[in-house]
């Protein structure tokens, strides 16, 4: 567990807030509502989704986290079931003084768990755009050779991430944020780099049997806009661990899941990006996020009138 962080540390904009006792991070941008809120993937940073973020904000008020163990918030044991995410954002978003319903922009396991949270608390969600989301239906839905490779996966201690290892990421990351304020892009990369967090997403997943049970019995979801987005691009962060041909093969468990779900939620739809990988889809493609929320935003303006 990473020690706790010195406000000297903080990157440049954004704050923290007091959530019982913990202190967790927060930055907003723009007025009114729905309050648009962004939820990292695994391993990922709420400064890492900058760059729309702040695109949102001149649509409504928009917001970006960081989960407790995570990126600038106080440290705290990983891993957590969905159902402590969830009340944990809900309780930070009232200290923030951030009202619902709100708008889910969630990435990765974030999309699990803002499904997650519409299942505890409905009434406070307006609508859900879910960037290749985690879904408890995945491995089912993988073809054999990728279910082999994450059976082998799961039977790995976890892996030693030397120095040299967590630096061959700084070009990636370079990359990844090179559109970011010069002072929001170093605080973010050497953060990333930080070797008391590198293990962050890895911890994060690590009880991904015991989420995908909590999900299935949680109990549906609202019925509220739902966009979806399936990145089935590949970027060099997949082909580290695994070959073109696995990653490939979940690719295709990913478009097959999503498309299952969006049949099961009445007027959800399912966007495929070709040229955006699941690590890069806000990065790559971040006109196809801005879309997805100014469309849900025109759903809920349609709703409302």
Known sequence: MQPPIRETDLPPI???????????????????????????????????????????????????????????????????????????????????????????????LGGLYARRFAQLFPAEVAALLLLDPAHEDYEANQPEIARRAAEEWKKQPMPELSPELIEGYRPILNEMYAAWPPDVRKALVERHLDPTLAKTGLLEASNVDALNDEMRGGGPIPAVPVIVYTATGIDPTQLAFSTEEVVRAQNEAKLVTNEAFVRSVPGAENRVLADASHLMLHTRRPDAVLQGVRDLLGRLDSRRS
């Open 14 to 108: 954004g704050g923290r807030y007091d959530v019982g006792g913990r202190q967790l991070y927060l930055h907003r941008s723009g007025a009114g509502g729905p309050v648009a809120v962004f939820l990292p993937g695994a391993g990922m940073f709420g400064l890492g989704y900058l760059n729309v973020q702040q695109q949102v904000g001149e649509l409504t008020t928009s917001v970006l986290y960081d989960r407790g163990g995570t990126g600038w918030s106080d440290p705290v044991p990983l891993p957590r079931s969905a159902g402590e995410v969830a009340e944990e954002l809900r309780s930070l978003l009232r200290v923030a003084e951030l009202p619902g319903p709100y708008l889910f922009v969630a990435h990765s």
